[in-house]
């Protein structure tokens, strides 16, 4: 019998501890993935009673005899608390079975018939479901036209609620928002088909960014040069730069290679996917996903805060919601004043910088003269600001009007449209411009790994500071520390900001 060394066995014991601590990790649940489910649970939820109304208005007239009411019809026969089980039972099956076909998640997994198709299976199946609870209990007296319009209806209902889902998806992909920053760790045929799997099909809500090559790896390269932005020895950098959310191992590496590259994920919130049978010493009992059509398992999921992200757009939607109609008449008033002062359009539009690097339209009232922009560099001498940032105490450029609406911050109002966009948040660090952008320094990228706000830490604390660094410390403070109770102090702050009126 082979002998096994002392250093060989310690060895292994270091190697299963780790692989332990990734298996808890891989256990872990996709916070964002859990809260959409809850979402579209609840959402099937409402959908099923808004069936069953319609099912009782439209199957129970045959059956109602003269002078009789609809809640005579529904009280009699059978009692109310057994009507009730049948629903519960109804609506937990169907939960249940379209959970099991996968059509709850933060992403779109199946294309658009093949999504539908499973609908209609679900709400069937468990339609048959409802059926025989109904004749194992012998009961005849509950109307089977209610039933059968109910499990119809309730199918035409989940249908149009994933349509639904499926294009605000697309037009909140199409925009950069919630899609996914991916690298694939690998340059052959498997990682290069991922490539073609995630670009042609856009509603898996990925954005591919480019291979990482293996050091030392025998794969036979498939990939473009051009594709191929680093090796793997980067891959912390690569992360930062790109703003990567997901890492995809498409070859097989040493396995202490992938414990490094988890320690980086779970340094940069990075989820990690490998194709399995790669690597079944470390996933053997992980849940497999799909992308698209290739099989994945995780080994690290995301810490992605989502009960707190979910709270933060609610607050952002309903508060910039109420001022958009609140703040209406003024506006409009608003508007009327910047045609009258200056020669121009009301409205100025400028592309920024946005989320992970993506670009946007953001909305201001034009507070300057036409021209600005091809002025700003003959007024480059008198800027008052240090590094980056541009600022004139007495700029030239501000029509009469501009001058006002930037003392009391008004000239923003217009951003509340992007607030409901999704491209930007009530709080969080200032939209730059791509010239800025261009100048920062790698760390100063990590201010735009949250949407930018209309207001923040930097405008409430120290405003009037002309230090670029003491703005970028500040920005990177919020993006460290944000909750939905800081937020909530900076809204407060900047209101009485806005209301000494020490604006810009």
């Known amino acids: 019998m082979a002998t096994i060394s002392f250093d060989t066995l310690l060895k292994q014991s270091i190697f299963s501890s780790k692989i332990s601590g990734l298996s808890t990790l891989r256990r872990r649940p996709a916070s964002s993935a859990g809260v959409t489910m809850v979402m579209m649970m609840a959402a099937d939820i409402l959908s099923v009673c808004v069936a069953l109304a319609l099912a009782l208005t439209l199957g129970l007239d045959r059956w109602m005899g003269p002078g009789e009411t609809l809640k005579d019809v529904v009280v009699s026969g ?11 039972w109804f609506i937990v099956s169907l939960l249940m079975i379209t959970h099991h076909y996968g059509l709850y998640g933060h992403t779109l997994t199946y294309s658009t018939w093949n999504e539908q198709r499973k609908t209609i299976q679900s709400c069937f199946a468990a339609g048959l479901l409802l059926c025989g609870a109904m004749y194992m209990m012998h009961n005849v007296a509950i109307s089977r036209a209610v039933v059968a319009y109910l499990v119809c209806l309730t199918t035409l209902l989940f249908c149009a609620s994933r349509i639904g889902w499926r294009y605000l998806a697309f037009r909140r992909y199409e925009r950069g928002v919630d899609s996914r920053n991916v690298i694939v760790v690998g340059v052959s045929g498997m990682g290069l088909a991922l490539c073609k799997q995630i670009e042609r099909n856009r509603h898996l809500g990925r954005v591919f960014k480019g291979f990482v090559e293996i050091p030392g790896s025998n794969a036979v390269s498939q990939a ?41 994920a779970r340094e940069c919130c ?27 398992v995780s080994i690290h999921r995301r810490n992605e805060r989502a009960i707190a992200s979910l709270i933060k757009r609610t607050t952002d939607v309903l508060l910039a919601g109420m001022a958009v109609l609140f703040l209406l008449p003024i506006s409009i008033m608003i508007a009327l004043w910047v045609k009258v002062d200056s020669p121009g359009p009301i409205f100025y539009v ?44 007495n700029d030239p450029r501000i029509t009469r009007a501009g001058g006002i609406l930037r003392k009391y911050s008004l000239d923003e109002l217009p951003q509340l449209l992007n607030v409901l966009r999704g491209e930007m948040s009530l709080v969080g660090p200032r939209p730059p411009i791509a010239s800025e952008v261009k100048q920062y320094e790698l760390e100063h990228l990590r201010r735009l790994e949250v949407s930018p706000g209309l207001t923040g830490l930097w405008q409430v604390r120290a405003r009037q500071d002309p230090s670029f660094e003491r703005y970028v410390a500040l920005d990177l403070a919020y993006v ?25």
């Open 350 to 393: 400028s592309e920024r910088i946005g989320k992970k690097g993506r670009v946007f339209r953001c909305f201001k009232f034009r507070t300057m003269v036409i021209n600005a922009e091809r002025l700003k560099d003959s007024l480059a001498d008198q800027n008052e600001r240090k590094g980056i940032l541009f600022k004139i105490k």
């Open 270 to 296: 990075i989820e990690v996917l490998v194709i399995p049978g790669f690597y079944d010493e470390v996933t053997p009992e992980s849940p497999i996903a799909y992308l698209g059509e290739f099989p994945v």
């Open 78 to 88: 059978t009692p109310l608390p057994w009507q009730l089980g049948y629903l519960a």
């Open 224 to 264: 473009p040069p051009e594709s191929v932005i680093g090796s793997i020895d980067q891959l912390r950098y690569l992360a930062r730069l790109h703003f990567i959310d997901e890492i995809i191992i498409a070859e097989c590496c040493p396995a202490s290679m992938i414990l490094g590259l988890v320690d980086i």
């Open 480 to 504: 460290e520390n944000w909750s939905p109770w800081l937020d909530m102090k900076i809204l407060i702050r900047t209101a009485e900001v806005v209301m000494r009126g020490t604006g810009s």
